[in-house]
């Protein structure tokens, strides 16, 4: 059975499940941690205050649903909105529109961040919600009322006495586990099972292992949670990173960290302190089942898999450069393959043979005058600079618009012939 396949048999079986109980890169991060180097990528740089990062969200890792932020900071989620993934709004269900989702009055939310059936959201004040259909997977960690978005709080529920998570600058999510860097430099986590990046208590904890921050060098610059695992990159540049069960986004041999911080070695010789003066290092990675990729410092990618199928490359599986790719500036994996967006405004992509997006095993153009794009865990999303939405890859519930079915090609995504996606349009 595939995962998609596996996937399918879960969503149903919660569906069914909900309807006799209740009726899935990281943005910018604060000033401080600007590096020129890191500029390039869709991870580091300098943001305004607050720290809006509207449009798709490229950092989620969800099924059916998609997930964007507008400009005034309001959260929409379309395709399937029902198991509280829509906080509570009226109407849930699937192959729906976008749908608002209610925060309390005077809540600005600036980044938004999924997994499998959860969300978390940054506000404007640096504290965490979560809602959806896992408490403990969104770090909520018990039930909230009438399933609306609850502030996360350290060492306990939403409803406990820990204090609240505040503080933090940069959010991002593994398929069911979630973690933020705070302003002072720390990296927080939260979620289901050590093994996928979360911890192992209720709430938020610090995550284990990573360099004392205050130290010059050692301050995260960079969060991406992959497939089962998270990714940090350093000041210096050292990769880190924690978690990865099986079927992870690690380089071949690399073992699962569970809960605490590890050096990633595979990627040493392309770690900045490690290259020669000028050369190009890593700046970003990420990765989906049994694959992954480092961006490089001169928008090279570099690339390996648990198959030659899986690299982009049709090569062996180790770390290795992929030689059509050049000039990408950042990139977002799904389940089975990634797309990748170069200083062209062009989408490229590449897929393991089973990837439900069809992208092609070696790396190719998707499309051309790209405003911004997003991928979930079966399909891929992104705006024409003409304003319209296009997309591909798996959608049963409308994630990529109506009507619902999986797609190969390129299709438009629409809504009852509307364009409705406009309320995420950067």
């Known amino acids: 059975m595939t995962n998609i396949t ?39 740089g300098v943001v305004a205050t607050p720290p809006f990062a509207p449009g798709l969200s490229r ?10 932020l507008s400009s005034a900071g309001n959260v929409y989620v379309w395709g399937l909105t029902s198991l509280n993934i829509n906080g509570g709004a009226a109407n849930p269900g699937g192959q729906q529109s976008p749908q608002q ?17 959860d969300v978390n959201a940054l506000d404007a004040m ?31 529920a939403w409803n406990g006495a820990g204090a609240l998570l505040d503080s933090v600058v940069a959010l991002s999510s593994t398929e069911t586990a979630g973690a933020g860097i705070r302003s002072d430099g720390t990296v927080w986590h939260w979620g289901a099972s050590t093994g996928y990046g979360g911890n192992s208590g209720a709430g938020a904890s610090q995550l284990a292992g990573l360099p004392d921050p205050s130290v010059a060098g050692q301050r995260p610059v960079y969060l991406k949670g992959a497939y089962t695992n998270f ?13 990865g069960v099986g079927g992870s986004s690690l380089p071949p041999g690399t073992p699962n960290a569970g809960a605490t911080a590890t050096k990633l070695t595979a990627l040493s010789p392309w770690m900045k302190a490690n290259v020669a003066a000028g050369a190009p290092y890593i700046v970003a990675v990420d990765g989906g089942i049994n694959m ?13 898999g648990s198959s030659a199928s899986r690299t982009g490359r049709g090569a062996p599986t180790s770390p290795a450069l992929v030689p059509t790719l050049s000039g990408v500036v950042s990139m977002q994996f799904g389940y089975t393959g990634v797309v990748l967006l170069d200083g062209q405004s062009r989408l490229w992509g590449y897929g393991a043979a089973d990837d439900y997006g069809n992208n092609p095993l070696l790396p190719a153009i998707l499309d051309t005058n790209i405003a911004q794009y997003a991928a979930g865990q079966g399909y891929y999303l992104w705006q024409r600079q003409d304003g319209t939405f296009w997309g591909r890859g798996y959608n049963p519930q409308g994630a990529i618009g109506l009507p619902v079915g999986t797609q190969g090609a390129n299709r438009q995504i629409l809504f009852s012939g509307q364009n409705a996606l406009e309320v995420v349009a950067q």
Request: aromatic share 8%; charged share 15%; glycine share 12%.
């Open 6 to 44: 596996r996937r399918r048999a879960i969503a149903a079986l919660t569906l069914a499940i909900a309807g006799t109980t209740v009726a899935a890169a990281l943005v910018p991060s604060a000033a401080a941690y600007r590096d020129d180097a890191y500029a390039r990528t869709d991870a580091i």
């Open 59 to 68: 950092n989620s890792r969800m099924v059916d649903t998609g997930l964007g």
């Open 101 to 117: 989702v209610p925060f309390p009055t005077g809540t600005t939310i600036s980044q938004v961040s999924g997994m499998i059936y």
């Open 126 to 156: 640096g504290q965490v919600w979560g809602w959806g259909s896992d408490n403990t997977r969104n770090g909520t960690d018990t039930t909230r009322p009438s399933g609306a978005p609850q502030r996360l709080r350290i060492g306990t």
């Open 231 to 243: 990714f940090v990159i350093l000041e210096n540049g050292d990769v880190y990173y924690w978690g």
């Open 292 to 304: 992954g990729a480092a961006l490089l410092s001169d928008g090279t990618v570099l690339s390996w």
